[in-house]
T-cell receptor, first 115, second 114 residues
Framework: AQKVTQAQTEISVVEKEDVTLDCVYE???????LFWYKQPPSGELVFLIR??????QNEISGRYSWNFQKSTSSFNFTITASQVVDSAVYFC????????????FGSGTRLQVQP | EAQVTQNPRYLITVTGKKLTVTCSQN?????MSWYRQDPGLGLRQIYY???????DKGDVPEGYKVSRKEKRNFPLILESPSPNQTSLYFC?????????????FGPGTRLTVT
């Protein structure tokens, strides 16, 4: 069975602070995919990144960066110099390569960035 | 524009009154899926479809039905809604084959059953 744990239910920071959102996953598959989605107050799901299990390179996109560590089954997400517009719920998700292709989502981390 | 659309976006209904939430995609995707989102639980898969006329249960299928008569459409049917089906629903689609795993989500349908 697959499982995704986002232990941080809610984080509050002040604008311009850096913040890291933790994600730990469990799977027996050797090939899998990891995702981060952002859900702003308007409710839609905004795709941020997909990472394949065979690619452990970290990635940076502007103020966002992702640290994928297979050894610890973690896929953490860091926002540098946070902004009020980053306030949202962030979901980490795990996808199987085969089968019914369901995404297993974590319970989400609510990030509040105070001005 | 490549997109997944859902209708309605908001719906308030009463217990037992049958309803259908439509989902349509314009990307010629074989795979489509429905999720529900509840506080503290993230999103959970309800049903999925690998292709036309091929559907199967996800993690929380009780109380729901689906059909896939056309490739682009994947409606979610609640024959007799109950208050515990009050939730935010998302439809998603993707290509079935290949290493790519792009899943495109619709804008969500917020359902309240009183």
């Amino acid at each position: 069975a697959q499982k995704v744990t986002q232990a941080q239910t809610e984080i509050s920071v002040v604008e311009k602070e850096d913040v890291t959102l933790d994600c730990v996953y469990e799977t027996r598959d050797t090939t899998y995919y990891l995702f981060w989605y952002k859900q702003p107050p308007s409710g839609e799901l905004v795709f941020l990144i997909r990472r394949n299990s065979f690619d452990e390179q970290n990635e940076i996109s502007g103020r966002y960066s992702w640290n994928f560590q297979k050894s610890t089954s973690s896929f953490n997400f860091t926002i540098t110099a946070s902004q009020v517009v980053d306030s949202a719920v962030y979901f980490c998700a795990l996808g199987a390569h085969t089968g019914r292709r369901a995404l297993t989502f974590g319970s989400g981390t609510r990030l509040q960035v105070q001005p | 524009e490549a997109q997944v659309t859902q209708n309605p976006r908001y719906l308030i209904t009463v217990t037992g009154k049958k309803l259908t939430v439509t989902c349509s995609q314009n990307m010629n995707h074989e795979y489509m899926s429905w999720y529900r989102q509840d506080p503290g639980l993230g999103l959970r898969q309800i049903y999925y479809s690998m292709n036309v006329e091929v559907t199967d249960k996800g993690d929380v299928p009780e109380g729901y039905k689906v059909s896939r008569k056309e490739k682009r459409n994947f409606p979610l049917i609640l024959e007799s809604p109950s208050p515990n089906q009050t939730s935010l629903y998302f439809c998603a689609s993707s290509l079935r084959q290949g290493r790519s795993y792009e899943q495109y989500f619709g804008p969500g349908t917020r359902l309240t059953v009183t």
